[in-house]
């Protein structure tokens, strides 16, 4: 999935990632192939390299490739049921065949198919729609949470959960989105203000809260290459919102089993962070 071999037409296709949800939607699994132990060195950062044609959406023999910033693939024994829906999804997306074998680090096989509900406690969660919309997600794969401010309701079945921005410390409306995860296996996702929101509420990653701070940032770095949500090409722009960046509070310290993805070092001599 990086920007040399999805690049169309002219940058990041984001589309590519619509394409994999339309497959797992249709019950096709999808290998997410990710290299253990990668850098972000021109050698390091590569996933794998192998001989390659491009058979989708128009045919070019590619010769030897290497793959960076992980790539998804479906095994040869789903080619004949994925090709269809390849084909009707289109976008541009950019689909390759290998014509030798090699050697890939697969971290996960991809089964369930996406079910994502936009809380919008606060009716910012259009922005995520708008995301969605530019990835190619079927509407059918996500539900925006109406009307604005409703409680979340543990009824129904989701994969993931996610909110663009919220200021309320509610544990009341809080905590069923955390009993919901932990029980049920799905994904929490919190975007700006929502994600000091729920961790000062909760206490889920740190022992004692974080706190944002918006300016004396130097360049970002990720420590943890191969994780999924490092898997990108280059270096992502600044982000905007009014919890951009953000830290622990003083004396307090995360808890074991979280893993720091994202460390920016600030311009004055203070410590390390996570971002």
């Known amino acids: 999935m990086d920007t040399n071999y999805q690049k169309h037409p002219g940058y990041f296709n984001m589309k590519a990632y619509g394409m994999v949800n339309a497959l797992l939607q249709n019950e096709i699994p999808v290998k997410w192939a990710i290299k253990a132990g990668k850098t972000r060195t021109a ?30 693939i479906v095994d040869s024994a789903w080619v004949s049921s994925a090709w269809p829906v390849i084909t009707s999804f289109g976008n541009n997306v950019y689909v390759y065949r290998m014509d030798a074998d090699a050697t890939v680090d697969i971290r996960y096989t991809l089964t369930h198919k996406p079910r994502i509900l936009l809380l919008n406690s606060s009716g910012y ?16 794969s996500y539900r ?9 309701n543990p009824g129904g079945n989701w994969s993931l959960l996610s909110e663009s921005h919220w200021d309320s410390h509610d544990t009341s409306r809080i905590n069923p989105i955390l009993r919901y ?11 700006c203000v929502a994600l000091k929101t729920m ?24 420590p943890h290459h191969d994780m999924p949500a490092a898997q990108f ?31 920016a070092q ?7 962070w996570p971002v």
């Open 181 to 191: 995860s932990i029980e049920r296996g799905a994904n929490v996702v919190m975007n």
């Open 144 to 152: 925006l949470q109406t009307p604005v401010g409703t409680s979340f």
């Open 125 to 140: 969660d259009t922005i995520a729609v708008h995301m969605l919309t530019e990835a190619g997600f079927n509407p059918n």
């Open 43 to 72: 050698a390091g950062s590569i996933d794998f390299t192998t001989t390659a044609t491009r058979i989708f959406p128009d045919t070019l023999s590619m010769g030897n490739i290497s793959f960076r910033s992980s790539a998804f």
């Open 233 to 263: 090409q280059g270096t992502i722009a600044t982000p905007n919102g009014e919890c951009k960046f953000w830290k622990e509070n003083p004396v307090v310290s995360f808890v074991r089993i979280h893993t720091k993805l994202c460390m």
């Open 199 to 222: 961790e000062n509420a909760t206490k889920t990653m740190t022992t004692g809260g974080i706190d944002s701070m918006l300016t004396g940032w130097a360049a970002p770095t990720f």
């Open 266 to 272: 600030p311009v004055h001599k203070l410590p390390r």
